[in-house]
Every structure is written in C-alpha cells, then in structure tokens.
C-alpha cells in the first residue's frame, strides 16, 4: 500500500513521533493507522500513546439529571463553528431531555421522538434534518446512556466536550468528585477485573514487543539477553501497572492530599460506593478524513486540462 503524505502527518499528529519513524511505521504495518500507532508504542514507548487524546470529530456532549433518571448523549456535527450555534446546542438540550424522560431503545427509537424546534418537527429527526439545512452542516445523533434504575446519579460536564455520569450510593460532593476524576484521568472501567480482554491483550503486545527490543539492544552492545522468566515477569509487571492506571478504584484520586489515596479508599472513606459510570469525549474513536490538498488540487489541475 502506497504510504502518502498525508497519513504520515495524520499518524504524527496522534503520537507526536519523528515523520521518518511515523513513514516507517506505516510502511511496516502496511498502512494500518491503529497497527503503526502500536508499533510507535513499541519503539518510542507512551510518547506514542497520545492518540486517544487527539480527538478530531467535532460536536458536544449534553446531560441531564431529573430525580434518578440522568442521560448522557453526544451529537456530532462537522466543525468547531457550529458547537457553538444555539440552534445546536439547544437541540442536544432537548435530546438529552427526552433521553432521561423517554427512555428510547435505541437512536432510532430516540430520533423518532416528538419534538418540535425552530419551527422544524414533529420528531427529532425532523428538527435534526431541519437544522442541517439551515445550519447548512450535517449533524448526527451518535450514542447515549440513560440511567433510571433507582439510584443516585452524578453528573460532570467539563465544557461541552467532556461529560461524565456516575451512578453510586452514599455521598453526592464525594460522587461529584469521583466524576471529575473521571473527566481528567478517564479510566475504562469500574476495576481491574471489568478492562476489556482486548485492550490487555494489546497492552501485553506492546510490552512483549519493548522487551524483545530490550534484549536486541543488549545482544548489540555484547551483552547476555534477559532470561524468558525475567522477560515475562516483566510483561506481567507491565500489564499489571497498566490495569491499575486505567480502572477507577485503583487510579490515585486526583485531589489525593497525600498524592497516593486511591479512588477506592477515597470512596471507602466517605461511605460512598459507585456501581457504574460513563464517559463520553466528543468524537472519541472517530477518525476524522485528513485531506491530501497536494492531490486534491493536482486532480483539479488534470481534470480542467481534461476539459
């Protein structure tokens, strides 16, 4: 597969790695984008691990909480400009209003909703495509989660681009805080145990593929190669460290005073216990279309000669 330019700078823009590294990188994996951001990992170490942070797709994420009932959605549009259009914005109001009253199956059990705006309706659909030809932008209902199942329910919004439920017992300032905790350290799940199966499989990857260029620097510098036991402790070691950076309770609580409680034992402290949470960051996992301009400009140029 043909490496271009343009998936060099997309690769460097999520990593921050060398281009010549990010070229070879996609060379390797044969322009697989996730496949060379792991072998980045591998060679550059967490350097390459900033993807997750770079996100592209724009739009916003609303809440709403009514008694136990809360919801959480995400509405995407195509650019920054319009996240900021009251048109917009009040239509992620309304949708996140009828999430937590309605409770729909589904986005198209929730688009098929009544709901009359800007003199668009009588569903949400109907608004939504009302607005896309007024706006003159495509947007789109992305997910939603809706808690109701009798307990309390926190929410945190950080901007429009961050938003954070979390459902519990006990204390609200200690849940409240435990949200924004989330926001800024977002965890990918309750405890170690609940990490999905894939992503400690890739981690384990990443960390078998960093001692096997451990041991090749050793062996290069004339020195004996780590025995296997020893490797795989060390694998294991960094699976392990892993699991505790990434699940809630184990994380160190961001206002820890002594910089080491954890969110279990901050919880635990206050008599309070989450039961689930949910994360929302705008455009997670979406990959926005990076445009090769050289191309596109130079297939212009062909097909007006061509005319």
């Known amino acids: 597969m043909a490496i271009t ?21 996609l060379t390797e994996a044969d322009g697989n984008m996730e496949k060379a951001e792991e072998i980045l990992r591998v060679k550059l170490g967490s350097k390459a691990g900033k993807a997750a942070s770079r996100i592209t797709a724009e739009g916003v994420v609303s809440a709403h909480v009514v ?3 809360a919801s959480l959605v995400e509405v995407n549009c195509e650019t920054d ?4 259009n009251d048109s917009f914005l009040g239509l992620c109001k309304s949708i996140a209003e009828l999430t937590a009253a309605q409770n729909p199956a589904d986005i198209a ?20 495509k009302g607005l896309i030809g007024k ?27 961050i ?10 300032v200690a849940a409240k805080d435990v949200a924004m905790h989330i926001a800024a350290m977002k965890p990918v799940s309750l405890s170690s145990a609940e990490v999905p199966a894939d992503l400690i499989e890739k981690e384990r990857s990443v960390a078998a593929g960093k001692a096997e260029e451990a041991n090749k620097e050793l062996l290069a510098a004339g020195k004996p190669a780590q025995s296997p036991e020893i490797t795989a402790k060390r694998i294991e070691g960094a699976v392990q460290k892993y699991l505790k950076e990434v699940s809630l309770l ?10 080491k409680q954890t969110v279990g034992q901050y919880l635990k402290s206050t008599g309070t216990t989450v039961k689930g949470f949910t994360l929302y960051v705008v455009g997670e996992g979406i990959e926005k279309k990076v445009d090769d301009f050289a191309a596109e400009v130079a297939a212009q140029v062909a097909a007006a000669q061509g005319a």
């Open 67 to 69: 008694g136990n009932a």
């Open 163 to 172: 938003g954070v439920l979390v459902e519990f017992e006990g204390d609200d």
């Open 81 to 84: 400009f319009v996240t900021k």
């Open 5 to 25: 330019a343009s998936m060099v700078a997309e690769l460097r823009a999520k990593t921050d790695a060398p281009m010549m590294e990010c070229k070879k990188a």
């Open 250 to 259: 184990d994380q160190v609580f961001v206002k820890a005073a002594d910089g």
């Open 109 to 128: 059990a929730l688009s098929a909703l009544p709901l009359t705006a800007e003199g668009f309706g009588p569903t949400v659909e109907d608004v939504r």
């Open 135 to 161: 706006i003159g932008e495509n947007m789109a209902i992305r997910r939603f989660k809706r808690y109701a199942d009798g307990g309390k329910v926190a929410s945190y919004l950080h901007g429009t681009r």
